[in-house]
């Protein structure tokens, strides 16, 4: 079974500062795929960055990035130069890589971030 | 905006009702995926259906059901409603449904069900 552990329940930042959000995940298997998502206080999930097991280079979009460290299952999301619309709930995500047909998402319970002016 | 699209955004019912909630995917996304967002549970995977037919199931509840259309639109039916079936339900689409890739999953806007 795949689980995801959020371990910060809520975080603070400057505007303008870098912030890491933690996750740290356990699966059994060999290909996988790890999902950042973004829920703002409207409610919807906004996809933000995608890391396969197998890619040798950590994740960029934009101001996004992911930090993987595989043999330590972690794969934190470091969002740069934050602003003030980054306050909002971030979700860690896993997906089943490779054959078979479990293609959910396995999300943690999420961090809350609050960007201060 | 995802591209996705749910319908209703809000829903409020009573104890013992059915409902039914609708999705419609990104264009040329041929899978979908229902989640169940709630407090004590967190997001839940709950049904997946690719082109039509059921991929994978999740958490789904025997008093839900869902179907994916040849349009390729989706419905969750929820019946004999309980307190605790009160929740944000959200849809996803991705391309190709398979795990291969990213085949990121865009999610809707949710509908949002009370139940009383």
């Known amino acids: 079974a795949q689980k995801i552990t959020q371990t910060q329940p809520g975080m603070f930042v400057q505007e303008k500062e870098a912030v890491t959000l933690d996750c740290t995940y356990d699966?059994?298997?060999?290909?996988?795929?790890l999902f950042w998502y973004k829920q703002p206080s409207s409610g919807e999930m906004i996809f933000l960055i995608y890391?396969?097991?197998?890619?040798?280079q950590n994740a960029t979009e934009g101001r996004y990035s992911l930090n993987f460290q595989k043999a330590r299952k972690s794969a934190n999301l470091v969002i740069s130069a934050s602003q003030l619309g980054d306050s909002a709930m971030y979700f860690c995500?896993?997906?089943?890589?490779?054959?078979?047909?479990?293609?959910?998402?396995?999300f943690g319970k999420g961090t809350l971030l609050t960007v201060n002016p | 905006d995802s591209g996705v699209t749910q319908t209703p955004k809000h829903l409020i019912t009573a104890t013992g009702q059915r409902v039914t909630l609708r999705c419609s995917p990104r264009s040329g996304d041929l899978s979908v995926y229902w989640y169940q967002q709630s407090l004590d549970q967190g997001l839940q995977f709950l049904i997946q259906y690719y082109n039509g037919e059921e991929r994978a199931k999740g958490n789904i509840l025997e008093r839900f059901s869902a179907q994916q259309f040849p349009d390729l639109h989706s419905e969750l039916n929820l019946s004999s409603l309980e307190l605790g079936d009160s929740a944000l339900y959200f849809c996803?689409?991705?391309?190709?449904?398979?795990?291969?890739?990213?085949?990121?999953?865009?999610f809707g806007p949710g509908t949002r069900l009370t139940v009383l």
């Open positions: 890391q396969g097991s197998y890619d040798e």
């Open positions: 995500a896993m997906r089943r890589g490779g054959g078979g047909s479990n293609y959910k998402l396995t």
């Open positions: 996803a689409s991705s391309v190709r449904g398979e795990a291969s890739g990213s085949d990121e999953q865009f």
């Open positions: 699966t059994s298997d060999q290909s996988y795929g």
